[in-house]
């Protein structure tokens, strides 16, 4: 069993959408939690970043954190096409997000 | 990610031959990462390096892949005798050497191994 689950995809929506993605994982040392996002054949950019358990809000996006339930999820409201992307949670127990312990991707396409 | 470069972005190797990427990180951060993202699965940790020091290499193969980060100059990951199987992009982060919550890694745009 992987460190860390998410569905691979790929996920397909109408522009203007709601989306959600969703990661669980079994390590309850696990107290840092963030997505990234990741253009094809580009480098991963970090979308949030949270600490233990709880919500945080950052425009159109949303994270949100489980610890009871080892669940993640990112919400992406008012998708665009640009949202299209690979989109990955990584989780770490350390400060300053160190060995980052990463999902599989999601891959997202938001269609016009 | 802004800041942190990586060369070559894309590197063809014939099996057997020898792979060297670099990564010089964003100004004045001392800590770099390397990460590995096979196709189709998410990137996995490799090694954890300060200047001159290997912090953490649990990540790492045990045979023929090594990594430095030297005083002066960019940090190497070097692959020896490489196999298709090493085939993937390359990624280097770095951060600063205060880590603090929600000031976390900055990833580069990545080195794609091909081996034919």
């Known amino acids: 069993q992987k460190e860390v689950e998410q569905d691979p995809g790929p996920l397909s929506v109408p522009e203007g959408a709601i989306v959600s993605l969703n990661c669980t994982y079994s390590n309850s040392a696990f107290q840092y939690f963030m997505w990234y996002r990741q253009y094809s054949r580009k480098g991963p950019e970090l979308l949030m970043y949270t600490y233990s358990s709880g919500n945080k809000e950052d425009g159109r996006f949303t994270a949100q954190v489980d610890k009871s339930s080892k669940y993640i999820s990112l919400f992406i409201r008012d998708s665009q096409p640009s949202d299209s992307a690979t989109y990955l949670c990584?989780?770490?127990?350390?400060?300053?997000?160190?060995?980052?312990?990463f999902g599989q991707g999601t891959r997202l396409t938001i269609n016009p | 990610n802004a800041g942190v470069m990586q060369n070559p972005r894309h590197l063809v190797r014939r099996r057997g031959q020898e792979a060297r990427l670099r990564c010089s990180p964003v100004k004045g951060h001392s800590h770099v990462y390397w990460y590995r993202q096979l196709p189709e699965e998410g990137l996995k940790f490799m090694v954890y390096?300060?200047?001159?020091?290997?912090?953490?290499e649990s990540g790492m193969p045990k045979e023929r892949f090594s990594a430095e980060f030297p005083k002066e100059g960019p940090s190497i990951l070097r692959i020896q005798q490489v196999v298709r199987g090493d085939s993937a992009a390359y990624f280097c982060?770095?951060?600063?050497?205060?880590?603090?919550?929600?000031?976390?890694?900055?990833f580069g745009e990545g080195s794609w191994l091909t081996v034919v």
């Open positions: 390096l300060q200047k001159e020091n290997i912090i953490d």
């Open positions: 990584a989780m770490s127990a350390f400060e300053g997000a160190q060995k980052l312990v």
């Open positions: 982060a770095s951060s600063p050497i205060n880590t603090v919550p929600g000031n976390t890694i900055y």
